[in-house]
C-alpha cells in the first residue's frame, strides 16, 4: 500500500499538473515537485526539483522564487524534501549538493551544513527532512540508508541504519558467493 506522503505527492503532481501547467511550457513554470511543506501563515512551499529552486505559493498565486542551479550558498542541485519550523525558517534536503540549507521566510540563506560522506556530519543525497518539537532536524539519507538527526546548529546528533545489503545478497546468490560474508540489511532504500 502506498504511503500517505506518496499519495499526497502524487495527488499534488495532478493539481498541479492541472493547475500550475500550461499547454504552452515555458522555463518559468513548475518542475516535477519534490517536496512540500506549510509555513506558519499558510503559504505553501514546493521544491521544485528540475529547475534547481524553491517556490512559495499563496493559493494559487507565486509569491517567491529563489534558488538557481548551482553549488554555492543560495543554490541548489536537485533540491527534495522540506521542512519548516516554529519561526517559519525553510529547510532544503539540497540531494545532489549532499547537504541542508536553511533560509528565512523570505528565501535568504542563514545556513548550510553537511558535505558528501558517511560520517559523522556528512551526508549521501539527503531526500527528506523533518523537524521535530525541540527544534532538532531529522535527515532521510537516501544512498548513505540511515536516518541522521541533527541539532538546530546543524551538528549531527547521532544516525540508525546503515547501507543494507539486499541487492549484495542477491548478486551474492547469483554468483555463488557465501552470503555470510555480508552483514545483514538494516535499511534498503
Known sequence: MPSRNSLTESMLCISFESEFRFSNEELDQLSPPSGFSFTPQGHFILSD?????????DGD????????????????????GIAV???????????WNHRIQKFDSQGNHQKTFGSCGEGKN???????I???SSGNILVVERYNHRLQWFSPEGESLGWIGQRGTVLEERLAYFYETSASLLSTPVFEF
Open 122 to 128: 556528512q551526508l549521501n543525497e539527503p531526500y527528506d
Open 85 to 95: 519550523d516554529v519561526n517559519g525558517s525553510i529547510y532544503v534536503a539540497d540531494s
Open 130 to 132: 523533518i523537524i521535530d
Open 61 to 80: 498565486q507565486l509569491i517567491k522564487s529563489f534558488g538557481q542551479k548551482g553549488k554555492e550558498n543560495g543554490q541548489f542541485y536537485y533540491p527534495k
Open 49 to 57: 526539483d528540475f529547475n534547481h529552486r524553491i517556490q512559495i505559493y
